[in-house]
Every structure is written in C-alpha cells, then in structure tokens.
C-alpha cells in the first residue's frame, strides 16, 4: 500500500499571514513541518502544496518537493486534492503545514485506523488530544470534536462542546488535531463535494463529511505539540521549542 503526506501550505492565512515563513528556533514554521513529517519515515513521498513561490523556495531548500495549486481553496483538504489525482497513492495524509511538532507515533496509530477488518470500511480518520486548560476549552482558535463510542466523530466546533448543563458531569474535552488521513477515492469525494452552512458558519472543513452522512473516524492521541494559528501560539511553539519537548 502506497502512502504518502501531503502538507497543503497558504501564505496569506487569515488570522496571521504568513505565519508558515516566520522563524521558529532558527527554521520557519513550513520547514519545520515538512522536516518533521519527512523524518517519520513512514511515507513513500511528502510533498508541500502551496500557492506561493516563496513556500516552494523555502521547501526546496530544505531539500524537498513542493507542487503549485491555485491560491483560492475553501480549505487545505480541497488544497492537495487538485493535486492528488496526479500522483500514485493509496493512503494520503493531510499535515497542515502549521504543525512543525508532528511526531511518528501519532501518525502510526492514525494510519493504522485503515488495518485489519475493522479499518477496512474507514474512509477517513484524523487525531484529537484531551484539552484540560478550561481557557482554551472556551477558546475559539481550538476546534473541539464530539466523539461517540466507537471513536466516530458527531460533532466539531469552535464553541466547547458538550455543553455542561449539569456541572456535576466530568465529560472529556477533545481538541482536533489538524492531521487526517484519507484513502484515495474518499479524499477525491471530499473534493467534489459543496461545503455546507456548517461548514461555512464554523470555518471547519471536516464538518462536510458530516453534513453529508460521511462517517469520520478519531484517533486519540497523547500531547502533539502547538497548533500555529496566531502570534501568541508561536510563542508557545518557541517556549515548547525552547524546553526541549516535541
């Protein structure tokens, strides 16, 4: 079975353009990343999908391959999907590109979502960690995933969730991790597939599987790491960085 990563990489994000050029402990966040996932050594290929030639440059000097996508996506998955057609795969990770801690035992546990009998009717999956902080459980930069009994996912949101009606009740908080991985054919459904109003309202593509009845499975995972949304999760990331962890 061929795998591969592909790490979709916009300049202009909207809460902190260009965040994936900026320096962290003496790299930039995309090369991190990249350098991160390609050292798992669990992939046939990892590539970089972005919109500007400054990212290609900065991969290539890494001594990586970037592939050029046009700049306007509604999300990173619709980013390698334009892409993903032309290139041999059978499983196909989706990194952001601001996740410069990725780490190989986390990946290992997604990809194995597909083994087995179990796995085989699993058509996507992705990771999500315990958030015990109360300030970013009502933080809005942390998406939180509801998940069932079998690890299936039933809801995403920017808003805590579940709501605790009855303090009494200790529920888990699960943070999304922005890292899935898709077999072939169900990444290319994602594509053809129109965004819903959830989707749209929360700024969440994962929630179009949802709307559309499409079941998503969770991997929990221990501690990744810093998600690079704004400037101050970059200080995070250089303070973790500077710790020695991740």
Known sequence: ???????????????????????????????????????????????????ADEIRAEVERAGGEARMSRGQHDSGTDRIAEVVEGLPA????NVQGDEPFTRREPLERLLGAFDGPEGEGVGVASLMQELHDPALIQDPNYVKVAVDFAGNALFFSRSPIPYLRDPSVRPTFWEHIGVYAFRRDALLRFARLPAGPLERAEKVECLRFLEHGIRMRMVATD????EIDTPEDLRRAERLLAGGEG
Do not use: N, Q, W
């Open 1 to 51: 079975m061929r795998r591969i990563a592909l790490i979709p990489a916009r300049l202009g994000a909207t809460r902190f353009p260009r965040k994936l050029l900026a320096p962290l402990g003496g790299k930039t966040v995309i090369r991190r990343t990249f350098e991160a996932v390609r050292d798992t050594g669990l992939f046939d290929a990892v590539l970089v999908v972005t919109d």
């Open 223 to 226: 501690y990744m790491g810093v």
């Open 90 to 93: 059978d499983l196909v990770l």
